[in-house]
């Protein structure tokens, strides 16, 4: 894990991770929504165990349901991170 | 439907076949020292948990004829849900099975129960078997298969004087077994309880005789009958069975 962690970085592990959870990978972009991925609650747990296990950044329940968009995840991972 | 992957199985009898192991609390001895060998004998290694009886959990799992390993803890311990599944994934594998056995009691009358009694029943039956199934189901989730079984009690959803924090435990643990098993249901994971009526163990010795005249099978269940329960809602063939009880109580409760 390195000291500053980048959008770069983060956006291929969130991607791939979310590609395993459920949704095609062509659908993932930053501003797509959850609900156009039909991501869930149990998606987003084990999303938020896999950015724990790989970036050390605890996403809890209350940011979880704040982030709406793959990209905000990302940016919060990142500032999360730093 | 593609076939998962199958692995071979540690010990004759062939029922396990997947990787991993299964973790047992409360293993030393009754209805938890059956369980252990039971899922032994389907070929799962097993790490059974113990508070104070050391010698009996080691005699149990140096009997079992495949892995199997014997963990001092007690569970109502913060750390404890982390120390052990960390400790049984270091020498077995993952925890693909987790039984929360491990139970007490502590009875009297509701108007007589003391804060540490009703405390000290809740932590061990139903907080501690929350935090192991929530640390197990992380990885259970991510491998998209797991098995968690709680075992409950029929008292709980049946009354019995006395046994008001015990009752209270069991009726949480059914509670939540039930909206775990939905949360995780697409993940392969399934979780179910098993309610056991008077089974002999050291937990029952006491008990009055005259109880067994109210059993429809006239006997008291023997650790084994709810060992068997374990058994299958442990194997792939009930991988369609989920946020269920299974109550074994010779008729008790019909």
């Not at chain 2, 005699?59 to 007690?74: K, R, S």
């Amino acid at each position: 894990m390195s000291a500053t962690v980048t959008a770069e970085q983060v956006q291929p592990v969130v991607y791939d991770a979310l590609a395993e959870i459920g949704p095609d990978r062509d659908q993932i972009t930053n501003d797509a929504t959850w609900e156009e991925l039909d991501v869930d609650s149990l998606d987003l747990a084990e999303l938020s165990q896999v950015v724990e296990e790989k970036f050390g950044v605890r996403l809890k329940g209350d940011d979880v349901a704040q982030i709406k968009t793959v990209g905000e995840a990302i940016d919060l991972i990142v500032a999360r991170a730093g | 439907m593609a076939l998962e992957t199958v692995t071979e199985p540690s010990a004759p009898g062939g029922a396990r076949t997947r990787e991993g192991c299964a973790l047992v609390t409360g293993g030393s001895r009754g209805i938890g020292a059956a369980v252990a060998r039971a899922l032994a004998a389907d070929g799962w290694p097993v790490a059974l948990t113990y508070r104070s009886g050391a010698d009996a959990a080691r005699a149990v799992a140096d009997g079992i004829e495949g892995d199997a390993v014997a963990l001092e803890a007690d569970v109502t311990a913060p750390e404890a849900a982390e120390t052990l599944l960390a400790e049984a994934e270091e020498r077995l594998g993952p925890v693909a099975v987790l039984v929360n056995n491990a139970g007490v009691r502590a009875d009297g009358l509701a108007v007589q129960l003391d804060d540490e009694q009703w405390d000290a029943v809740l932590a061990t039956n139903l907080t501690a078997a929350f935090r192991l199934t929530r640390r197990a189901l992380r990885g259970m989730v991510r491998r998209r298969h797991g098995r968690v079984i709680n075992i409950a009690s029929v008292v709980g959803p049946r009354a019995n004087p006395g046994q008001a924090n015990y009752a209270a435990s069991k009726a949480g643990l059914i509670g939540m077994t039930k909206t775990i098993a939905v949360e995780v249901a697409r993940r392969g994971v399934t979780v179910n309880a098993i309610a056991p009526g008077f089974i002999t163990t050291d937990m029952t010795a006491e008990l009055p005789e005259d109880v067994l005249g109210e059993i429809p099978a006239r006997r008291a269940g023997r650790p084994e009958d709810v060992a068997a329960c374990v058994r299958f809602l442990a194997s792939d063939e009930a991988a369609y069975v989920t946020g269920t009880v299974l109550t074994v109580d010779g008729g008790l409760s019909a």
